[in-house]
């Protein structure tokens, strides 16, 4: 007897989805390498503009190099690609950089600010984006938790599968009372098993993945987002339920052939 799961379906999004986020790990880590390489040395300007007082931002009537749009540039080619943002539907690009690395940053690079590129709002930049490196590597480790955890469950999961496959091959018919009542039991245990997992995946969802103390992962809103394509939001639980109605539909039959011969 066979039991739908959903479990190799997960493990493979899973398998997806690290790709493409260790994919924005290295488009992150090249973003602040081409940003830090970036020269904040004053512009002269053949004429004086107002200079601003916050955030660094510097306005000028003009600038022979306009670092800014090379940092946005920059963010269009590395990050951008990566943003979960845009995998559904475009977006403006500094509609990408509000989400990615935030609304002050965008107001910064945007072209309508007429701003200059100084040392202080290249700091402003690459402290966002050390930020958004952290949130997306306590991204991937809580992948990886649910991975580990997958793993452990696939196992049981398999274990009773197969334990239903073989036993299927005898018919009820051909046992005495004695193995029928073994095999009840045999089935209580297994029940027992998918109650344990049921009760560890439950857990695990009011788990979180944490980087100290202000980045951190609820599994419990992880676990749909990595499942969102498939048929079911929670395919482990699934797959447990599915399991445990297997093996009640077993114990019914057993108990069934069991009142007959008592």
């Known amino acids: 007897m066979s039991v739908e799961t959903s479990i190799d379906q997960a493990r493979t999004r899973i398998e997806v989805e ?3 986020v260790d994919a924005k790990l290295d488009a992150i880590e090249e973003f602040v390498d081409r940003v830090g390489d970036l020269s904040t040395d004053p512009v002269p ?27 946005r540039t920059v963010f269009a080619e590395t990050i ?66 649910e991975d580990a955890h997958l793993d452990a ?34 089935l209580a245990r297994h029940r027992d ?7 560890r995946r439950q857990a695990f969802l009011r788990g979180t993945t944490n980087e100290g103390v202000e980045v951190g992962i609820r599994h419990r809103r992880l ?12 395919p482990l639980l699934a797959t447990v339920v599915r399991l445990d109605d297997a093996c009640a539909e077993c114990q019914r039959a057993v108990r069934d052939h069991l009142t007959r011969r008592a």
């Open 45 to 71: 300007s053949s004429t004086a503009g107002p200079i601003g007082t916050g955030a660094g931002l510097v306005r000028a009537e003009a600038a022979p190099e306009d670092r800014c749009r090379t940092v």
């Open 18 to 20: 690290q790709r493409a």
């Open 223 to 234: 676990v749909p987002y990595l499942y969102r394509e498939l048929p079911v939001d929670h």
């Open 153 to 186: 469950a696939a196992a049981t999961v398999d274990d009773v599968t197969g334990w239903i496959a073989d036993a299927d091959e005898t018919p009820l018919t051909d046992l005495g009372f004695d193995p029928l009542w073994q095999r009840h039991e045999a």
């Open 193 to 199: 098993r998918c109650d344990t997992l049921a009760e």
């Open 80 to 145: 951008r690609p990566h943003s979960v943002a845009d995998v559904d539907d475009p977006e403006p690009l500094l509609e990408t950089v509000r989400t990615e690395l935030s609304d002050e940053i965008a107001v910064a690079l945007a072209p309508t600010t007429d701003t200059v590129f100084t040392a202080e709002l290249e700091q402003a930049v690459l402290s966002a984006a050390t930020r958004l490196r952290a949130e997306t590597a306590v991204l991937r480790r809580a992948i990886v938790r």
